[in-house]
């Protein structure tokens, strides 16, 4: 592929770049209440400047930016030091399964609340027995006038004590089994029949939260594609969570630069400095694996198993890059809170959106033509 950047996106860039040193807010941790309330503030702000999802058609609050564009706003993005996403689970997941699966009513109805931060998205998908293995859910729809009734547990579902509304599958067909007879809703987190009990994290912040469904209805508007074809549109939503939208590069660009930054400032250990030479190459080699992403993606291909690779890949990536930082800073890591933090959440990387057993089963089965491993 051609690495110049073209006129229009470098433009493109600076434009980014110039609006972020204005606008970027410093904000509390959105698993608080007020902290929730104020990253929904900054999502509409960078609607306003139809920043918020650039790579999406303008009738949709985007700006039809091509992907290339997009992981370069990401990489503007993280270099400024901009808020968290708090809409991420929609904007990077439902959004492109809307896109690819959803009706145009129903892209024309929930994409520009959720471009704007007016309705925030939480993913319902892990239950206490259905983690890993998904397809093991127990949770169930049952067919009534105009809709359905859902019922059951989901567990795990970041940022839901604070959503507004959250997606996921229910098993549809009782007689069907594991991956057949699933059905992917949307529903509401207020709706009569919901409650959300939020998890403390480690820290006392509810990060979590369970949500239990009581003959919740849901109009069939609110079913994306068929019923019983939940597991293919499933697979959407977790390439993009493994892929491409979820962590893009920028993410760990920015942060091998804050630490090649430590490592000078603190005495160049000669003993930290390859592994700080590993993680800027790594961010760079996730950089380039990205580029030929897109530009398969832009050439007609689809995100497939090969996002297990990238998912593997970038986990491993950061938790690499925040040990090395925190064996540089030594006894005086305690202090800095901003890399504790990034630390103590670059452990769950090699968990949610698939462990990375689970990623390495997918990469020998459908990658590699592996035998498939035996099911209890
Ligand atoms: C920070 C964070 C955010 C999350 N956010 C969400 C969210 O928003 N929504 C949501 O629905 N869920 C969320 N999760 C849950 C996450 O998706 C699950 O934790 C994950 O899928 C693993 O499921 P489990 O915890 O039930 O572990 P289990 O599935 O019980 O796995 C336990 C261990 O067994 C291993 N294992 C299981 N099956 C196999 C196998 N077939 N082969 C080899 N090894 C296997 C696993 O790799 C793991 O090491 C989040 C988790 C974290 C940590």
Redesign the pocket.
């Known amino acids: 592929m051609d690495l110049d950047i073209d006129a229009e996106s470098a433009a493109f860039r600076d434009e980014v770049r110039e609006w972020l040193a204005t606008h970027v807010p410093t904000l509390p941790s959105m698993d608080t209440a007020e902290g929730f309330a104020a990253h929904r503030k900054w999502e509409a702000t960078l609607a306003d400047a139809r920043l918020s999802v650039v790579s999406w058609p303008r009738e949709y609050g985007g700006r039809d930016a091509s992907l290339l564009q997009w992981v370069l706003f990401e990489e503007e993005y993280y270099a400024a030091g901009a808020p968290g996403r708090v809409s991420q689970?929609g904007i990077f997941m439902l959004g492109p399964t809307l896109f690819a699966h959803g009706t145009a009513e129903q892209r024309a109805r929930i994409l520009p609340a959720m471009a704007r931060g007016e309705q925030v998205w939480?993913?319902?998908?892990?239950?206490?027995?259905?983690?890993?293995?998904?397809a093991a859910l127990r949770s169930s729809a049952v067919r009534t006038e105009g809709g359905w009734l859902l019922s059951g547990q989901?567990?795990?579902?970041?940022?839901?004590a604070f959503a507004d509304r959250a997606f996921?599958l229910f098993r549809t067909d009782p007689a069907e089994q594991r991956h057949r007879g699933l059905t992917y809703f949307m529903f509401d987190l207020r709706a009569e029949g919901v409650t959300v009990r939020p998890i403390p994290q480690l820290d006392g912040e509810p990060?979590?939260a369970e949500i239990f469904l009581d003959n919740v209805f849901v109009p069939d508007a609110d079913v994306i594609g068929e019923p019983g074809q939940g597991w293919r549109v499933a697979m959407t939503t977790a390439n993009n969570e493994r892929g491409l939208s979820l962590r893009s590069p920028g993410r760990f660009l920015s942060a091998a630069d804050r630490l090649v930054d430590l490592w000078r400032t603190q005495g160049q250990a000669a003993a930290a400095r390859d592994r700080v030479a590993d993680a800027w190459i790594g961010a760079r080699a996730y950089q380039l694996y990205t580029f030929g992403t897109v530009s398969r993606l832009a050439e007609g291909g689809e995100l497939g198993p090969e996002s297990s690779v990238n998912k593997l890949f970038w986990s491993h990536l950061d938790v690499g890059l925040h040990e090395t930082a925190l064996d540089i800073l030594g006894p005086d890591a305690e202090t800095d809170q901003a890399w504790v933090d990034g630390y103590l959440?670059s452990l769950?990387g090699p968990?949610?959106?698939?462990?990375?057993?689970?990623q390495?089963?997918t990469i020998a089965e459908r990658l590699l033509g592996l035998p498939r491993?035996a099911?209890r």
Do not use: H, V
Not at 154 to 160: F, G, I, Q, V, Y
């Open positions: 689970n939480a993913q319902a998908w892990s239950e206490p027995e259905a983690g890993s293995d998904i989901k567990t795990w579902s970041s940022r839901a996921g990060g979590f959440f769950a968990i949610y959106g698939g462990t990375d057993q689970i390495r089963n491993e099911r």
